[in-house]
C-alpha cells in the first residue's frame, strides 16, 4: 500500500517518542479521580453508585467511541487525529479545575474519554504499517508510556493539590499541561508523512477480515476480560483498602504499587516473546496471574495484599501489552489491524466500564468491599479457553 510505504519512511526514534509521548495522556485523567475518589465523593456528595461513573463513564466513552478513529483517520490522516485527541484530553482534563458540579464533571470525564478512545485505537494499526515485524517494542513502549502515565496520576495527584494548596481541584487540572509535548510530536510527525489507513475495495485482505467473526469476537473477549481487571481496581482499590483498614498513605502506596507493577511487565514481555505464538501463549498465562491474584486479593485482604497488588498489577500491564498487539498479530494490513481495534476497543471497554458502577453497587448493597475483587477474579479466569484459542490460530 502507498500509505504503508510512505509511513516507513518516517524516523523509527520520532515515532517511538511520538508514540511514548501521546501514551502518557492516555490514564492521568483517569487514575488522578481514583487517587481522590473519596475526597471528590464527600465534596460532591456522590453516592458509591456515582462515584464509580466517575471512572466509568470515560472507560464507556473510550469504547462507544474507539470506532470513529478509523474513519476520521482515513479522511485526514491518523497523525491529524491523534493530535486533535490530545488537544481534547489537555482541555478537558484541565477543565477539572475550575470547581464544576456533579453534572459537568461527569460531561467532563465522558470528553477525556472521547480524546482516549481515538487516539489508543489508532495505535495498533500504526504500529502495523511501521513496524509490522518487529511490534513487540513500539507496542510495548506504548503500553508503558500508558502505565507510566496512569502512575504519575496515581502518585502525584494528591501531593501536588496538597503543595498548591487547592486541594483535589489543582491536583486533577495540572494533567492538561502533558498534552502539550505530545501534541508538538505528533504535529511534526504530521507534517513528513500522512497513514490514512485505506484497504483496495474488494482485496484478499478486505476479504479475510470481513469473514473472521471469530476472530473478533475472540479478541474482544480476551481484551474485554484484561480491560476490566485493570479499571475495577483502578477505581476501588485505594477505597478498598482504606475500608479494610489500612491508612490513607498506606493504600495510595499499594495502589501505586499496582500501577508500578504494570510498567515492567508492559515492557520486559513484549520484548521477550517475539513471535505471534510467543506472545499468544505469554497473554493466556498473563490472564490466569491476574485472575487468580484478584481472587486472592478479595479473599485476603490484609494478608500478602502486596503480593496479590503486585500481580494484579504486572498481569494487566504486560496483558494489555500483548492484546494491543492482538491486531497486528492477527491482520495483514494496517487497515484491517484498525477495523478489528475498533470492534474489539468498542465491545471491550463497553463491557469494562460496567465493572466500576456494578463494584460500587455491590459495596452498597452487601457492605462487602473486597468482594467485587474476587468475583471479577473469578470472570477473567473464566476466559483462559479463549484465549487459548487465539494461541492455536498463530503458527507455531
Do not use: C
Amino acid at each position: 500500500m502507498e500509505e504503508e510505504t510512505e509511513a516507513r519512511r518516517v524516523s523509527p526514534a520520532l515515532l517511538l517518542a511520538a508514540l511514548f509521548l501521546a501514551a502518557l495522556n492516555l490514564r492521568p485523567a483517569i487514575s488522578s479521580v481514583s487517587a481522590e475518589l473519596n475526597d471528590i465523593r464527600d465534596e460532591l456528595g456522590l453516592s458509591g453508585f456515582a462515584a464509580g461513573l466517575l471512572t466509568t463513564l470515560p472507560v464507556a466513552s473510550m469504547g462507544i467511541f474507539a470506532g470513529l478513529a478509523a474513519p476520521i483517520a482515513r479522511r485526514v490522516g491518523a497523525e491529524r487525529t491523534v493530535v486533535g485527541s490530545l488537544v481534547l484530553i489537555g482541555l478537558a482534563s484541565a477543565a477539572r479545575g475550575l470547581g464544576i458540579g456533579p453534572a459537568a464533571f461527569m460531561v467532563v470525564m465522558l470528553t477525556v474519554g472521547l480524546g482516549i478512545a481515538v487516539a489508543q485505537a489508532l495505535a495498533p494499526p500504526i504500529v502495523k504499517a511501521y513496524f509490522a515485524r518487529s511490534p513487540g517494542l513500539p507496542t510495548g513502549l506504548f503500553t508503558v508510556g500508558i502505565h507510566v502515565g496512569a502512575l504519575m496520576g496515581a502518585a502525584l495527584t494528591v501531593p501536588v493539590g496538597e503543595l498548591t494548596g487547592s486541594g483535589w481541584h489543582a491536583g486533577l487540572a495540572v494533567w492538561g499541561v502533558l498534552a502539550l509535548p505530545a501534541v508538538i510530536a505528533w504535529v511534526v510527525l504530521g507534517r513528513r508523512t500522512t497513514l490514512s489507513l485505506r484497504d483496495s475495495p474488494g482485496s484478499a485482505a478486505e476479504t479475510r477480515a470481513r469473514s473472521s467473526r471469530a476472530l473478533t469476537l475472540q479478541v474482544t473477549i480476551v481484551f474485554a476480560a484484561n480491560s476490566i481487571a485493570f479499571y475495577v481496581p483502578l477505581a476501588w482499590l485505594v477505597a478498598t483498602l482504606e475500608d479494610t483498614g489500612f491508612s490513607e498513605a498506606s493504600a495510595v502506596a499499594l495502589y501505586a504499587l499496582f500501577v508500578g507493577a504494570q510498567v515492567p511487565g508492559a515492557f520486559l514481555v513484549p520484548a521477550l516473546a517475539r513471535t505471534p505464538r510467543a506472545r499468544g501463549l505469554a497473554l493466556a498465562t498473563l490472564q490466569g496471574l491476574t485472575g487468580a491474584s484478584l481472587v486472592a486479593l478479595g479473599l485476603a485482604t490484609g494478608w500478602g495484599t502486596a503480593v496479590w497488588v503486585f500481580g494484579v498489577g504486572f498481569g494487566v500491564g504486560a496483558g494489555f501489552a500483548l492484546a494491543l498487539a492482538l491486531p497486528v498479530d492477527h491482520t495483514p494490513t494496517p487497515a484491517q489491524a484498525a477495523a478489528l481495534t475498533g470492534v474489539s476497543f468498542s465491545v471491550g471497554y463497553v463491557v469494562a466500564a460496567i465493572g466500576p458502577a456494578v463494584a460500587g453497587l455491590l459495596r452498597d448493597a452487601t457492605g462487602e468491599t473486597a468482594l467485587p475483587l474476587a468475583l471479577l477474579g473469578v470472570g477473567v479466569l473464566l476466559t483462559l479457553p479463549t484465549a487459548w484459542r487465539l494461541v492455536q490460530r498463530l503458527p507455531r
